[in-house]
């Protein structure tokens, strides 16, 4: 990939700044960036690198005014973060899979396949499958018996979708991603044994979900596990039976929500974040990574944090003291013996 | 599969109360039960939804006396949520695997198969591997040099075995659950690097032994780790070298047991819970999700709870106050400002 | 695997004190050693071990004097502990892939591998791929377009590496390791959906870098994810992009380090712990498991516990008080109390 400068500040719909025929290759971070690439400029701490840096180019915002002399061709654009997005994606680069299915790959006859579908070696796919136009799927991926997966959707080496669970359109499912696993219901027996109870449910997937890799998402137990439109989990996170996230929520890694809890919209939850089973998380939601959220949250927008989870600003003003309890406490004793002594 | 509410009933011990002849297709859950489902009642606050409900068929506990009059039929027994077991199992669909051992997978000559197992496509199984009868393996499958496993067990795609481990029979292992993985034992060298200590034990699984997916298990640094009879793990757990965990213990998804420790018989363990390595927790254990275990539990069924763990009621009764610290350090400030002021 | 007595004293440098000709098949613990086991005593609370087992040799420290008599053969070594890391490794039995290139696997014709590799069945090699020499990748791995691997690298199965990322020398990649997982990055729109920044970057592991089953190492999102030489990642630990890890550092399982976060050489870093991103750990810090730090760690050595992370005596002393707070409240309370009686 190769662009000239002109034509990337096109794409990105920004104003050039110096030579429009200097080429880009790559995009970079500004502390790091040689020639030929490009690299963004937004945060004012960084600002001497702009004026240091060899990078053939500097993205930055539109009223920018250096206050030195500067080398690189800038592009100046309205929102430099913004941006940056859609210009990672220019110069990302992605395994042509050239809508072949390898021979390697093990089909069910009955799965039925859309246009412009590429199926990686390895690959195994059940019977009554249906898989939408424009679908990936990587090398050494199972897919169960009457899964479907929506047009677009990308699924990477490794994943594992069990029978009947439902992928939406433009999905990504990162490496290793489960998807119906099996929900952890047993019964405890007399004799203290535990008995199993069949999870017969599945998974459904929106459209615009992306899971990252190593995440376990377990069907329902009856009825569906849910993950609303556009909702983003990363990296080896846990979501128990029937359990309902909304649209636009993300969750970061290694959080866990606990079986049949409902999830808003537009939430945001940090990382190694517990939520407990059959409560209820109000839309708009924010959980400081490492919470313990053991009931229901029901005020739109609230923001949580602490194990067992408090509102986010009493449990710092509480943590605060906690920091200068063993002073407290010395006061305490010292006033206690005082009046005794009294 | 479809089934007459009189058979069902018969097969979960009921009483018929309504028409026997109805066809039952699968279970739901009563709020969204629709016709040719079962769905059960047991919870006295879903009582409204028994009589608003379309479902073709009610299981509920055998003194139930309806308030208003009821569409579906009843099937009585005496323990609702016992039977839900049963009932959801008739419901199961298993994939069938028909005890065959798929031409793409890669068996060593030296491995022994029992009768009626199945092997999926693209699994490998190493060299002197002993496999019960009626063992299913699905595709994607890793069974490493002498491992061997019981009769009826389950191996889920993705699952990986190292050499030597021993897996009970009935046990469940589902998708890209790790089996032997490397203990993390390294010793400081003087000059700051670690040296590497072999890991050369294995993992003894009992029967009934289920576990989730991604959960790894440590083979032992010498000898065994070894998972007691019905013991059943979540999904995203760590087991480290040398645990030696129980009959009948339950642990919850993320949680993390450190090398060496011993957990005791009947335990029940919550969600992202940690326990440091070489110590005991007796028989009967409670433990509380994201508590911190780092010392011994020797009294049997105590409940433990917090970072690092208290006995439960305690924690929470310091909990408590620690959410009134703010005022209560404002007290203190104050009655030591007066009598330095006195 | 058997070895005499004999030699294997003179393999760990040690002094033989019995019989020289006994022989040794396996290593074992003290409590569990039996015939043709040798075993290793150095902490005082096992000595009655060493006079009752039936070990055929026991590794001692090169000063201890036996209070009774001793059947096994002594083998007396300076350090115990460095010891036992070296003998076991003798009695590691290695899956041998003979160097053979499984005709199952599918290596990309573009794909350079030096001498004496080994690929397993199932695996599957990208284009442009750089395989060092004495290389092993078991079977199942998936190796992305472009990866780098260096000499004497052991790749388990289930392995994933995503395209241009660099593994050193001498590495362990332990079973379903993901290597250059999609970092979680999104921007949000005015509409409250989520636009995905793509991730360009890659993750370069320096040598002797070993990576526990299940971890996911993100792949920088400009630039790289860098691990140093010689640190060892335990199992299910997530490290999101562009994280620079020193050398000699050691994390413990299911920790979690958010993006662009960088920790120096020679820390030491617990379980469950998490690290909030763009922030810097000095080296030496050492932090003790389900800590959450929030915040740059400047000075070297430092020692921290809590969430958020406080110096690790002082959570301690803060803690200590905690578990007291009930009563100190109604201290508090009393006194309250009383002058307002006053």
């Known amino acids: 990939m190769k662009i000239r400068a002109a034509e990337l500040a096109s794409m990105v719909e920004g104003q050039l700044d110096g030579n429009p025929d200097i080429l880009i290759y790559t995009a970079s971070k500004i502390e790091e960036a040689k020639e030929g690439s490009i690299c963004f400029f937004a945060n004012p701490k960084y600002e001497h690198f702009v004026y240091q840096t060899t990078a053939s180019a500097i993205l930055v915002n539109e009223n920018f005014v250096p206050k030195q002399k500067i080398n690189a061709t800038l592009i100046r654009v309205k929102d ?73 959707t990308i699924i990477f080496p490794g994943v594992r979708i069990h029978r009947n669970c439902i992928i939406g359109k433009n999905c990504v499912l990162n490496y290793n991603v489960i998807i119906g696993s099996e929900g952890f219901g047993f019964v405890p027996t007399e004799n203290g044994s535990y008995k199993k109870i069949a999870q017969i449910g599945n998974v459904i997937l929106g459209d615009e979900v992306e899971i990252g890799s190593n995440t376990c998402i377990d069907r329902g137990s009856m009825g569906s596990t849910t993950i609303g439109h556009g909702t983003k989990l990363d990296n080896l996170i846990q979501i128990a039976h029937n359990v309902q996230i909304g649209k636009n929520t993300v969750i970061a890694a290694q959080s866990g929500v606990a079986g049949s809890t ?17 409560i209820s998380i109000a839309d708009g939601t924010r959980i400081q990574a490492q919470s313990g959220v053991a009931s229901s949250v029901n005020v739109e927008n609230s923001k949580l944090y602490g194990s067992p989870a ?20 010395r006061s305490i004793r010292e006033m206690v013996k005082t009046r005794q002594d009294f």
Do not use: W
């Open 262 to 278: 409902k999830i808003g919209n537009n939430c945001q939850i940090g990382g190694q974040v517990g939520i407990v089973g059959h």
């Open 310 to 329: 408090l509102d986010y600003t009493n449990y710092l003003r509480s943590y605060a003291e906690f920091k200068k309890l063993p002073e407290l406490a």
């Open 80 to 152: 430099v973060y913004q941006t940056v997005a859609n210009l990672l994606s220019i110069f990302e680069q992605k395994t042509e899979m050239n809508f072949q299915i390898d021979p390697l790959a093990k089909i069910d006859p009955s799965a039925t396949l859309g246009d412009q579908v590429s199926v990686g070696a390895f690959s195994v796919i059940g019977s009554g499958v249906k898989i939408g136009s424009g679908v990936t799927i990587y090398p050494q991926v199972y897919i169960d018996t009457n899964v479907q997966i929506g047009d677009h």
